[in-house]
T-cell receptor, first 113, second 116 residues
Framework: AQTVTQSQPEMSVQEAETVTLSCTYD???????LFWYKQPPSRQMILVIR??????QNATENRFSVNFQKAAKSFSLKISDSQLGDTAMYFC??????????FGQGTILTVHP | GAVVSQHPSRVICKSGTSVKIECRSLDFQATTMFWYRQFPKQSLMLMATSNEGSKATYEQGVEKDKFLINHASLTLSTLTVTSAHPEDSSFYIC????????????FGPGTRLTVL
């Protein structure tokens, strides 16, 4: 069975600094997608970034970037120039070919002014 | 585009009553919708996969008779919590898959259910 592990239950960072959230996963699939979702206090799930397993290049979206290490099954999220609005719970997720999302346990990120 | 709505956003009911939650894809057709349950500060747990025109597929441990799912059209799926009890109180989130691309899923804003 596919599993996603986020080993950091809580993280904090000062505004304007950089923070990295960790994620590891386990799968026997060769073709899959990895995601980072943000869930702010409103609890609306927001897609932050997506990575296709067959692409070696790490995905980036403005201040958000990933470090995708396929052999190590690692998928970390780096947030640069952290902003107060980045305060949220972040979920790493994995999707297999039939569309079932598997989520990690989540990391609560607090950005301090 | 790709907006998913849920109604109601909050519901409070008495123990023993049934509650229906609607999930709608507003600007696309969703052949597959998913229902999740989330407790405070915890992850999303998949309850069931809802396919238009067919029976839902429930995850292990989810009571089919307790959580009735109907996906009667390409834009609407409903979750009915039957004979609700306080332990059913939770945050319920739906998502919808657009088209044939298996990596496209869009989430509704969620429904907070409180059973007294």
């Amino acid at each position: 069975a596919q599993t996603v592990t986020q080993s950091q239950p809580e993280m904090s960072v000062q505004e304007a600094e950089t923070v990295t959230l960790s994620c590891t996963y386990d799968t026997s699939e060769s073709n899959y997608y990895l995601f980072w979702y943000k869930q702010p206090p409103s609890r609306q799930m927001i897609l932050v970034i997506r990575q296709e397993a067959y692409k070696q290049q790490n995905a980036t979206e403005n201040r958000f970037s990933v470090n995708f290490q396929k052999a190590a099954k690692s998928f970390s999220l780096k947030i640069s120039d952290s902003q107060l609005g980045d305060t949220a719970m972040y979920f790493c997720a994995f999707i297999e070919s039939y569309g079932k999302l598997t989520f990690g346990q989540g990391t609560i990120l607090t950005v301090h002014p | 585009g790709a907006v998913v709505s849920q109604h109601p956003s909050r519901v409070i009911c008495k123990s023993g009553t049934s509650v229906k939650i609607e999930c709608r894809s507003l600007d696309f057709q969703a052949t597959t919708m998913f229902w999740y349950r989330q407790f405070p500060k915890q992850s999303l747990m998949l309850m069931a996969t809802s396919n238009e025109g067919s029976k839902a597929t429930y995850e292990q441990g989810v009571e089919k008779d307790k959580f009735l799912i109907n996906h009667a059209s390409l834009t609407l799926s409903t979750l009915t919590v039957t004979s609700a009890h306080p332990e059913d109180s939770s945050f319920y989130i739906c998502s919808a898959k657009r088209g044939d691309s298996y990596n496209e899923q869009f989430f509704g804003p969620g429904t907070r259910l409180t059973v007294l």
